[in-house]
């Protein structure tokens, strides 16, 4: 019922129209969508967002009214349509992702505000932009991962700072989730209780407007509705005198979300946030009917580092197999990331929530309050490079297969574990033992482990990484260095086979040609990695590259190359002798 007026709705019939004009209101914040590149050319750099159709006029003046909504593209500047805002739009329709919500793809030439957004939207935009206002003058991890941890705003957090999180398993900190919303009540409880409202149906009915605007401020991301309807739920029940279960709360927040939003479930973010939940839920309550107060303060500390070890791992089992399912390799640094990064969360979160409140009334006082919370997100900053290079993701087959393997691996182990726990202390001794062992083989590189195939080969020097179409060769310069010869179509692939090959510096980008059958994606690269793009003497690329002569040769760590002009195939082409010593003869 929510997906059939997407696919053959009232927008079917207007698909391919080129000079439509289309009146919408926009229902999210603007994402920044990277031109890409076709030959010499580079595409403009766009700006996309969510939106509701209300009316269609098509080329031939009829115009058609409507309720769907659609992804609007275009090249103006939208960093500032803030949701709610009423748009005219003048551009071409074309089809849309019925599986994401989506009608229809309006990719606009002209667009006209007709009217802002509505107040709460006013008040949340003020409130976010008073958070990014406070770390303004700070170095650029603060300016990216405080408003990250508090709303969820990561628009402002480098690529290379977001692959370091991503590949240390910390990225889940910068997706709003129950941790979120546990700082903001705890926030609000202390207020309310500074005014002595302490209890009853009052305290209630504010704590929920403070949850459902807090939504409206970190923008009703999946993670977000997860944890707000689990309290609402909460509320509700405490309002009525229920008493339900935590794994009853998590049931009935997920079914009324997927009731009033089916998309939600194929959303993987919104997966992620609800394994997560449960695997949390399951074990804190085993945990809870064990538990025995201890007056010692060692033992105290053993059991708060045993209890955040646990949540740590439990959270990470739970969502290994969506994780290795889309290609992202089984994430070993998890654990420990997390480990390490946790303590500094929740003080950044609750001083971020305080400046970003300040900062309306006095903006000089929000920089001060917001200086310790960017102390706190440097050293989580810090900790996600440090694991992502010394721990990066495992590589794991992806898709059904590697998601089922895994989902084995994680039964195989709690097995074990439940087979320890009942037997004596030998058992015990010996599980341990395995479990480190079969940690130690999976951390060290391939090379280290006897019998172990090994992958990259110890002391390599060119490598054809498998990108799809296209080729992308790496010749080794240095350690964690090398040169990379194309790309192919997507940087995530040869992004992914540069981090298995543990290079992390690309001095030079040699690009053979240009590509007019596919969209190359050396750009992307060029700016993850600083390298220099280098192209034949004839090119005449529309982006900073260095251009090179016939017979010129280059000297970089190991690698000692000479660019050969061989026009033919196009103008510029290039083709590029390796040396292995730079006094070889010919």
């Given at each position: 019922?929510?997906?059939?007026?997407?696919?053959?709705?009232?927008?079917?019939?207007?698909?391919?129209?080129?000079?439509?004009?289309?009146?919408?209101?926009?229902?999210?914040?603007?994402?920044?969508?990277?031109g890409?590149?076709?030959?010499?050319?580079?595409?403009?750099?766009?700006?996309?967002?969510?939106?509701?159709v209300?009316?269609?006029?098509?080329?031939?003046?009829?115009?058609?009214?409507?309720?769907?909504?659609?992804?609007?593209?275009?090249?103006?500047?939208?960093?500032?349509?803030?949701?709610?805002?009423?748009?005219?739009?003048?551009?071409?329709?074309?089809?849309?992702?019925?599986?994401?919500?989506?009608?229809?793809?309006?990719?606009?030439?002209?667009?006209?505000?007709?009217?802002?957004?509505?107040?709460?939207?006013?008040?949340?935009?003020?409130?976010?932009?008073?958070?990014?206002?406070?770390?303004?003058?700070?170095?650029?991890?603060?300016?990216?991962?405080?408003p990250?941890?508090?709303?969820?705003?990561?628009?402002?957090?480098s690529?290379?700072?977001?692959?370091?999180?991503?590949?240390?398993?910390?990225?889940?900190l910068?997706?709003?989730?129950?941790?979120?919303?546990?700082?903001?009540?705890a926030?609000?409880?202390?207020?309310?209780?500074?005014?002595?409202?302490?209890?009853?149906?009052?305290?209630?009915?504010?704590?929920?407007?403070?949850?459902?605007?807090?939504?409206?401020?970190?923008?009703?991301e999946?993670?977000?509705?997860?944890?707000?309807?689990?309290?609402?739920?909460?509320?509700?029940?405490a309002?009525?005198?229920?008493?339900?279960?935590?794994?009853?709360?998590?049931?009935?927040?997920?079914?009324?979300?997927?009731?009033?939003?089916?998309?939600?479930?194929?959303?993987?973010?919104?997966?992620?946030?609800?394994?997560?939940?449960?695997?949390?839920?399951?074990?804190?309550?085993?945990?809870?009917?064990?538990?025995?107060?201890?007056?010692?303060?060692?033992?105290?500390?053993?059991?708060?580092?045993?209890?955040?070890?646990?949540?740590?791992?439990?959270?990470?089992?739970?969502?290994?197999?969506?994780?290795?399912?889309?290609?992202?390799?089984?994430?070993?640094?998890?654990?420990?990331?997390?480990?390490?990064?946790?303590?500094?969360?929740?003080?950044?979160?609750?001083l971020?929530?305080?400046?970003?409140?300040?900062?309306?009334?006095?903006?000089?006082?929000?920089?001060?309050?917001?200086?310790?919370?960017?102390?706190?997100?440097?050293?989580?900053?810090?900790?996600?490079?440090?694991?992502?290079?010394?721990?990066?993701?495992?590589?794991?087959?992806?898709?059904?297969?590697?998601?089922?393997?895994?989902?084995?691996?994680?039964?195989?182990?709690?097995?074990?574990?439940?087979?320890?726990?009942?037997?004596?202390?030998?058992?015990?001794?010996?599980?341990?033992?395995?479990?480190?062992?079969?940690?130690?083989?999976?951390?060290?590189?391939?090379?280290?482990?006897?019998?172990?195939?090994?992958?990259?080969?110890?002391?390599?020097?060119?490598?054809?990484?498998?990108?799809?179409?296209?080729?992308?060769?790496?010749?080794?310069?240095?350690?964690?260095?090398a040169?990379?010869?194309?790309?192919?179509?997507?940087?995530?692939?040869?992004?992914?086979?540069?981090?298995?090959?543990?290079?992390?510096?690309?001095?030079?980008?040699?690009?053979?040609?240009?590509?007019?059958?596919?969209?190359?994606?050396?750009?992307?690269?060029?700016?993850?990695?600083?390298?220099?793009?280098?192209?034949?003497?004839?090119?005449?690329?529309?982006?900073?590259?260095?251009?090179?002569?016939?017979?010129?040769?280059?000297?970089?760590?190991?690698?000692?190359?000479?660019?050969?002009?061989?026009?033919?195939?196009?103008?510029e082409?290039?083709?590029i002798?390796?040396?292995?010593?730079?006094?070889?003869?010919?």
């Amino acid at each position: 019922w929510r997906v059939w007026p997407l696919v053959d709705g009232p927008l079917r019939p207007l698909i391919g129209t080129r000079a439509a004009v289309v009146d919408l209101v926009t229902t999210s914040d603007a994402r920044p969508a990277g031109g890409r590149t076709r030959g010499s050319r580079r595409s403009d750099d766009s700006w996309q967002l969510d939106a509701e159709v209300h009316s269609v006029r098509g080329s031939d003046g009829r115009v058609t009214q409507m309720d769907l909504p659609v992804l609007l593209r275009s090249s103006s500047d939208l960093s500032t349509v803030l949701p709610g805002t009423s748009v005219k739009v003048t551009g071409r329709v074309r089809p849309g992702d019925p599986f994401r919500g989506h009608a229809a793809t309006i990719v606009a030439t002209e667009v006209s505000i007709m009217s802002g957004p509505p107040l709460n939207q006013r008040a949340a935009g003020a409130v976010r932009a008073s958070l990014r206002l406070s770390v303004a003058e700070r170095p650029p991890d603060a300016r990216g991962l405080v408003p990250g941890l508090v709303v969820g705003d990561t628009s402002q957090v480098s690529p290379e700072l977001e692959a370091a999180m991503r590949s240390s398993g910390l990225s889940h900190l910068t997706a709003v989730s129950g941790g979120n919303v546990a700082i903001v009540l705890a926030l609000v409880l202390a207020g309310l209780r500074s005014l002595r409202i302490r209890r009853g149906r009052l305290q209630l009915a504010l704590v929920a407007v403070a949850v459902v605007g807090y939504v409206v401020i970190a923008r009703p991301e999946p993670s977000v509705l997860r944890a707000a309807a689990m309290t609402l739920v909460m509320l509700g029940a405490a309002g009525l005198d229920l008493p339900l279960a935590s794994i009853d709360l998590l049931g009935w927040a997920v079914a009324a979300l997927v009731l009033l939003d089916p998309f939600l479930a194929l959303s993987l973010g919104f997966a992620m946030s609800v394994v997560a939940t449960c695997g949390l839920i399951l074990i804190s309550s085993r945990r809870s009917a064990r538990s025995v107060d201890g007056a010692n303060p060692r033992v105290r500390a053993a059991r708060a580092v045993g209890s955040l070890v646990l949540v740590s791992t439990v959270a990470q089992c739970a969502v290994a197999p969506l994780v290795v399912g889309i290609g992202g390799g089984l994430q070993l640094s998890g654990i420990l990331a997390n480990l390490f990064a946790e303590p500094a969360v929740a003080p950044a979160t609750a001083l971020g929530v305080i400046a970003a409140a300040v900062g309306l009334v006095s903006p000089p006082l929000e920089t001060v309050i917001a200086w310790p919370a960017a102390c706190a997100v440097d050293w989580i900053a810090a900790v996600a490079r440090w694991f992502s290079q010394v721990l990066p993701p495992l590589p794991w087959p992806s898709g059904v297969w590697g998601s089922t393997l895994v989902i084995a691996v994680v039964l195989l182990g709690g097995l074990g574990v439940v087979v320890a726990g009942g037997a004596d202390h030998r058992v015990r001794r010996v599980c341990l033992w395995l479990t480190a062992i079969g940690l130690l083989l999976a951390c060290l590189p391939r090379a280290a482990v006897p019998f172990a195939s090994s992958w990259p080969p110890t002391g390599w020097r060119v490598v054809m990484c498998s990108v799809g179409q296209g080729d992308a060769l790496a010749l080794a310069a240095a350690p964690g260095e090398a040169v990379v010869i194309d790309v192919g179509p997507d940087p995530t692939a040869v992004d992914r086979c540069l981090q298995r090959l543990a290079v992390r510096t690309v001095p030079l980008l040699v690009l053979t040609h240009f590509h007019a059958d596919f969209l190359s994606g050396h750009l992307e690269l060029a700016a993850a990695t600083g390298a220099m793009i280098g192209y034949g003497a004839a090119a005449k690329p529309e982006f900073e590259a260095r251009l090179f002569e016939d017979g010129e040769r280059h000297s970089l760590g190991r690698v000692e190359l000479e660019m050969r002009l061989t026009p033919g195939h196009t103008p510029e082409s290039m083709s590029i002798v390796v040396w292995e010593h730079p006094d070889d003869p010919a």
